[in-house]
């Protein structure tokens, strides 16, 4: 098992994909720097000072003249509670609002772990791709003709990658996003909420990665595989569509995969749905209702999906001709 095991890593390794999708992932890691790196820049003290001459400004003008505000208000019919004209607060005069470290490190993490994802999906749909269409994987069986072992090896490869290459890329881009947190002058809070994210994005990479082995190889090729999950983003955002015409449907949004993926990532994943609520007058008004989809959901969701397409995939591949 192991030089089956070693051979296929160093098919993984050989692939020029493989470099070029990781690559890929380490130019967004570095944009993403740039982006979070003025988010997380405190607040200077002339930004303070400019926010406290408004302040002061829009303070005297509410002393002056709020009451009359909500007298002009309460004329056009309008409820006094509705109308009610709180005083100013001096965040609101903030010209830029500043991202914590914990807030711009899990927008850095979940991209990373985003787009290694999909990087993951291509490269396990690549190398499974390539050796169905060449006839390479035939060729192989003929030295190893024990399908039971070389499938095993083939999907252990892959997860060992897979995890491997989640876990680097999660904790570079975590780094990163500290160095340049403090570079900037912002306090490096909730590392370790971060550091559990990161964790559960080797599970997303390893699940990927999967779900591209197996479209692979029950499609036999990488650009069917490829246009499979192409298609399903498409009907995706048609579907986010579909729940503003139909509300009704709109309940559908707790099984859809990349949901439960983002509940198995960050913890908890929170989605909307439209209801429509009675007024007194007989007349009905829309209402956004809150959902979330829980980590155990998500977890359990995602287990159950790897595990039936690693089985459904190694019937296939102990039954089908790869000639």
């Given at each position: 098992m192991?030089?089956?095991?070693?051979?296929?890593?160093?098919?993984?390794?050989?692939?020029?994909?493989?470099?070029?999708?990781?690559?890929?992932?380490?130019?967004?890691?570095?944009?993403?720097?740039?982006?979070?790196?003025?988010?997380?820049?405190?607040?200077?003290?002339?930004?303070?000072?400019?926010?406290?001459?408004s302040?002061?400004?829009?303070?005297?003008?509410?002393?002056?003249?709020?009451?009359?505000?909500?007298?002009?208000?309460?004329?056009?019919?309008?409820?006094?509670?509705?109308?009610?004209?709180?005083?100013?607060?001096?965040?609101?005069f903030?010209?830029?609002?500043?991202?914590?470290?914990?807030?711009?490190?899990?927008?850095?993490?979940?991209?990373?772990?985003?787009?290694?994802?999909?990087?993951?999906?291509?490269?396990?749909?690549?190398?499974?791709?390539?050796?169905?269409?060449t006839?390479?994987?035939a060729?192989?069986?003929?030295?190893?003709?024990?399908?039971?072992?070389?499938?095993?090896?083939?999907?252990?490869?892959?997860?060992?990658?897979?995890?491997?290459?989640?876990?680097?890329?999660?904790?570079?881009?975590?780094?990163?996003?500290?160095?340049?947190?403090?570079?900037?002058?912002?306090?490096?809070?909730?590392?370790?909420?971060?550091?559990?994210?990161?964790?559960?994005?080797?599970?997303?990479?390893?699940?990927?990665?999967?779900?591209?082995?197996?479209?692979?190889?029950?499609?036999?090729?990488?650009?069917?595989?490829?246009?499979?999950?192409?298609?399903?983003?498409?009907?995706?955002?048609?579907?986010?569509?579909?729940?503003?015409?139909?509300?009704?449907?709109?309940?559908?949004?707790?099984?859809l995969?990349?949901?439960?993926?983002?509940?198995?990532?960050?913890?908890?994943?929170?989605?909307?749905?439209?209801?429509?609520?009675?007024?007194?007058?007989?007349?009905?008004?829309?209402?956004?209702?809150?959902?979330?989809?829980?980590?155990?959901?998500?977890?359990?969701?995602?287990?159950?999906?790897?595990?039936?397409?690693?089985?459904?995939?190694?019937?296939?591949?102990?039954?089908?001709?790869?000639?």
């Open positions: 192991i030089p089956l095991l070693r051979a296929e890593l160093l098919r993984i390794r050989s692939r020029r994909l493989t470099w070029v999708a990781l690559g890929a992932v380490l130019l967004v890691i570095a944009l993403s720097q740039l982006a979070v790196g003025g988010s997380m820049r405190p607040v200077t003290a002339d930004e303070q000072a400019q926010a406290q001459a302040y002061t400004e829009a303070v005297r003008d509410w002393e002056t003249n709020h009451e009359e505000y909500e007298q002009d208000c309460i004329a056009t019919g309008a409820s006094a509670a509705d109308c009610a004209y709180p005083p100013p607060v001096v965040e609101d903030v010209p830029r609002s500043v991202s914590t470290f914990a807030e711009a490190g899990q927008l850095v993490v979940t991209i990373t772990v985003a787009f290694t994802g999909l990087a993951l999906l291509l490269v396990g749909a690549s190398v499974t791709g390539a050796e169905l269409s006839g390479a994987l060729n192989w069986l003929t030295f190893v003709p024990e399908r039971g072992r070389v499938f095993a090896a083939k999907v252990v490869a892959l997860v060992l990658v897979a995890a491997a290459s989640t876990a680097v890329l999660s904790a570079l881009a975590l780094g990163l996003t500290a160095v340049v947190g403090a570079a900037v002058g912002a306090t490096l809070d909730g590392g370790g909420g971060l550091a559990e994210i990161a964790g559960r994005g080797v599970l997303v990479g390893v699940a990927a990665v999967v779900v591209g082995f197996a479209l692979a190889l029950l499609t036999r090729h990488t650009i069917a595989a490829a246009g499979t999950v192409l298609g399903y983003l498409i009907v995706s955002g048609v579907l986010a569509v579909v729940w503003l015409a139909v509300p009704a449907l709109s309940g559908v949004q707790r099984f995969p990349e949901n439960n993926l983002l509940a198995l990532l960050l913890g908890e994943h929170t989605y909307y749905t439209v209801t429509q609520v009675p007024q007194p007058d007989g007349t009905y008004e829309s209402s956004a209702v809150e959902h979330a989809i829980s980590l155990t959901q998500g977890s359990v969701y995602w287990a159950v999906v790897v595990v039936v397409l690693v089985a459904l995939t190694y019937v296939v591949f102990r039954r089908r001709d790869v000639n």
